[in-house]
């Protein structure tokens, strides 16, 4: 099955991609994780990409594009995919289009995980990362056993550059001129389902559920 997670940062995709990889059995795609790697490696795509993405502005499409695109070639994603955070654009659903039709696969379903803008600024504003092993916690969701130390490792927890407040806000309009825009595009070809990203991670595991059996999942 394959599978495009589209919200608004977050909304959640990271988490429920990962329980979708685990019950179909596809491969999880990240553009974001894919994007960090890339700067932590110091690749030439992480250097060209790392300020942009500390600004919370969108990386340019061709880079993005062929990144993603290098990943759907590999034996990982042939039983299916579901593709968390790409595309983000109108252009990169038409490039994503014409790169499936290419390959001869197609989409099966259009996910989009809805959350009010007031809940998503507490996320990610509260959103820590573990700078050691990588764990992630919450401030108020999920805060660790000693405030700032990290439960697995010990490692110092971290705020995600672009989880500050000034650049979160600027990540959400990104997402309402830039990417909301697909929801339209998606609507029109019968592919789209709206998920209520509110309540427990289990609830909203549920309801994805529940919008894919129709799809044959
Ligand atoms: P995320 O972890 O999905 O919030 O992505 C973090 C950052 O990576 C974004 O704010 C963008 O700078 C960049 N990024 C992720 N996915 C894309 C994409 N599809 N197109 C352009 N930039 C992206």
């Not at 110091?42 to 990386?59: C, D, F, H, I, S």
């Not at 009010?116 to 700078?131: A, D, N």
Request: charged share 30%; glycine share 16%.
């Amino acid at each position: 099955m394959n599978l495009l997670l589209i919200g608004p940062p977050g909304a959640g995709k990271g988490t429920q991609a990962v329980r979708l990889r685990d019950r179909l059995g596809i491969a999880h795609l990240s553009a974001g994780d894919m994007l960090r790697e890339e700067v932590r490696l110091a690749t030439p795509l992480g250097r060209a990409a790392q300020v942009t993405m500390e600004r919370g502005e969108l990386v340019p499409d061709d880079l993005v594009g062929k990144m993603v695109e290098g990943r759907l070639e590999l034996p990982e994603c042939s039983p299916g995919f579901v593709l968390d955070g790409y595309p983000r654009n109108l252009a990169q659903a038409d490039r994503l289009a014409r790169y499936l039709g290419g390959k001869g696969r197609r989409l099966d379903r259009v996910l989009v995980i809805q959350v009010p803008t007031e809940e998503l600024l507490g996320r990610l504003t509260g959103r820590r990362v573990c700078g050691g092993c990588g764990a992630g916690y919450h401030v108020r969701h999920q805060p660790p056993r000693a405030e700032g130390t990290c439960d697995r490792c010990g490692g110092s927890l971290l705020q995600r550059k672009d989880d500050g407040e000034g650049v979160v806000r600027g990540r959400l309009q990104v997402y309402e001129s830039q990417t909301r825009p697909l929801l339209e595009h998606y609507r029109g070809s019968g592919l789209l389902r709206e998920i209520d990203g509110l309540g427990t991670l289990d609830e909203v595991t549920g309801r994805i559920a529940g919008a894919l059996e129709e799809a044959g999942g």
